[in-house]
């Protein structure tokens, strides 16, 4: 490729040659460097129009986006306003139409929609009027068209109606005069949105000047690569949106399993996250260096979400076990029936013998003492029942006596149907035996097994790099930093502070919940307390029980819950 220089250099060679002519000379210098300009300032814009399409591929944010093309595409064409339309469908008439998304005027020093705060009450704009399509308003005729509209001096032109601009201008005193409308068309060939630009003014000037021919192209570029980037934001947006209700719709699920552990994973989602943001708030302590990005807050309410999911194959009756006996029915019932099936026999044989004693001459005295007799034994199988009945509550732990008497109660037997049966089953025996709480040692460890379950199922999941912690910190929702907890006893080294927030909002929700079965709500002082020595056994983190606590977390999360269940509730009323 020759340089200028060289041309230059040939050029000044040439003219010498033919006789050094000075004011040729001059002149084709002008020229080549007049072209060089025209060429420069095209690859910069070229060059600025890449970097701008790299910089709108990169933005996910929807509204950061559509806010980004409408101040590149001005800044570019050095346009004083600018409009940003899309696509939609009007759910009224099912008919397509123009929002309003982004508005900007410099003159004005306005700035309308996206992330301004300002939200744009005009009304959108129909594509399709009395069944016609609605060519008399530009934007629209771009958007149906395809085709790019550079009107020179809006008061001048025809073709289109721009009775709208105008009166704009009259209550504003603005001047509407340039406009460039270009066709948002991303890469299937569709027309999602139209970019309308006002008024461009003269390099370093304020004199508006209608947009150069040279734009029209580079505009349209741009707003080509904008409809992608948009498409793009959407589709990511879109399945994000997806990715999320399917999160919820399997949290509710395993929350609407169990009528007592209801709002469970909502509460240690919403806990999670509030000690997260409580630490990324905090400037000095333990947590002063740790600042979640985003993304990582989002990783961690991700992994909250779906902690429990294991809960899903855990059985009913295990998840809501209230009383030893439970299964899907309490079983006590069963056992109060067959008190009174034994009550009654007794009776029934105690009338039987005293009817043979009467038949036999006996006297008064034997029938008293049959009386007598039956009374204690009807005492002793009511005790019985009442000492079952209480064992079947979880309460008291069970001492040693206590196993001993429900063992006497199960070796005694009644006849039923002619066969001698136990009064109570080897099953009810163990069941009723359990010492401390509902569950027998199988079924904790069906419960438990839970976390085992979640790590199978978020394992087969491909959670995109963003998210590649979520099993990590799902699963170790049950360990201890002394490695006694489950499913596979890590410990500290082994548990990221994500882990260890998962553990905290999940033990501090479990004591507090008011709804478990025979278990009334915990005060929060009290749950502080079992948590305080948890944390001294180094089961949880003690830096952060301490964080939790000192900025009050818990209370700042359960007027924030209150609040939104109050919203709710009122919302659902109204329906
Ligand atoms: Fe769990
Ligand atoms: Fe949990």
């Not at 020093?109 to 009027?129: A, D």
Request: net charge negative.
């Amino acid at each position: 490729m020759v340089s200028d220089a060289d041309l230059l250099d040939k050029i000044t060679d040439y003219t010498r040659k033919q006789g050094g002519d000075t004011a040729i000379e001059r002149l084709l210098a002008n020229v080549v460097s007049q072209v060089r300009e025209f060429a420069e300032a095209r690859a910069s814009e070229i060059k600025r129009l890449s970097d701008i399409g790299i910089a709108l591929s990169a933005e996910r944010n929807l509204e950061r986006l559509l806010e980004r093309i409408v101040d590149e595409a001005r800044r570019f064409t050095r346009a004083d306003a600018g409009t940003l339309y899309t696509v939609q469908i009007n759910p009224a008439t099912n008919l397509p139409e123009l929002k309003f998304d982004i508005m900007q005027n410099d003159t004005m020093n306005t700035r309308q929609g996206g992330t301004s705060g300002n939200p744009i009450t005009l009304p959108p704009v129909p594509l399709v009027k009395d069944g016609k399509p609605n060519h008399n308003n530009v934007s629209a005729y771009v958007a149906d068209t395809g085709e790019t509209v550079n009107i020179p001096d809006v008061y001048i032109a025809e073709g289109f109606d721009f009775t709208g601009p105008r009166k704009f201008d009259q209550i504003t005193g603005y001047r509407t005069k340039s406009m460039l409308v270009a066709p948002m068309r991303n890469h299937e060939g569709e027309i999602i949105g139209v970019l309308q630009l006002l008024n461009a003014k003269v390099p370093g000037g304020e004199r508006v000047i209608p947009f150069s021919d040279e734009y029209v192209d580079l505009i349209k570029s741009l707003a080509s690569q904008a409809a992608v980037a948009i498409t793009t934001a959407r589709l990511i947006q879109d399945l994000q949106n997806l990715f999320e209700s399917v999160i919820r719709l399997v949290a509710s699920a395993i929350d609407e399993k169990s009528a007592y552990t209801g709002g469970h994973i909502t509460r240690v989602a919403g806990l999670s996250m509030k000690i997260a943001e409580t630490i990324n708030e905090t400037t000095e302590g333990d947590f002063a260096e740790v600042k979640f990005t985003p993304d990582e807050l989002n990783e961690l309410r991700i992994a909250a979400w779906l902690h429990d999911i294991g809960k899903i194959t855990t059985p009913e009756y295990v998840v809501d076990k209230g009383t030893k006996l439970e299964t899907i029915f309490d079983r006590i019932e069963l056992i109060k029936t067959r008190f009174e099936v034994i009550r009654r026999g007794m009776i029934a044989d105690a009338m039987e013998y005293k009817m043979r004693l009467v038949a036999n001459g006996a006297d008064s005295e034997a029938l008293k003492a049959v009386d007598e007799q039956l009374a204690v034994r009807l005492e002793e199988v009511e005790s019985d029942k009442e000492f079952v009945a209480r064992c079947n509550t979880p309460g008291e732990f069970l001492k040693d006596d206590a196993i001993d008497r429900l063992k006497a109660i199960a070796a005694k037997t009644f006849l039923l149907d002619g066969v001698e049966t136990p009064y109570l089953t080897e099953n009810e025996l163990k069941n009723l035996s359990i010492r401390k709480g509902s569950l027998t040692e199988e079924e904790r460890q069906i419960i438990n097994n839970h976390v085992s379950v979640t790590i199978k199922m978020l394992s087969q999941l491909p959670f995109p790099k963003k998210l590649s912690h979520v099993v990590e910190y799902a699963g170790a929702h049950h360990e201890k930093l002394n490695g006694a907890g489950y499913p596979n006893g890590w410990t500290a080294e082994r548990l990221a502070i994500q882990s260890r927030i998962l553990c905290l909002a999940d033990i501090c929700e479990a004591l507090t919940a008011a709804d478990r079965p025979y278990k009334p709500a915990m005060p929060k002082e009290r749950a502080f307390q079992i948590l305080g020595f948890m944390a001294k056994d180094q089961e949880i983190d003690e830096r952060l029980l301490k964080l939790f606590m000192e900025k009050e977390v818990y209370d700042r999360y359960m007027v924030e819950y209150k609040a939104q269940k109050e919203a709710e509730t009122a919302a659902a009323t109204a329906k």
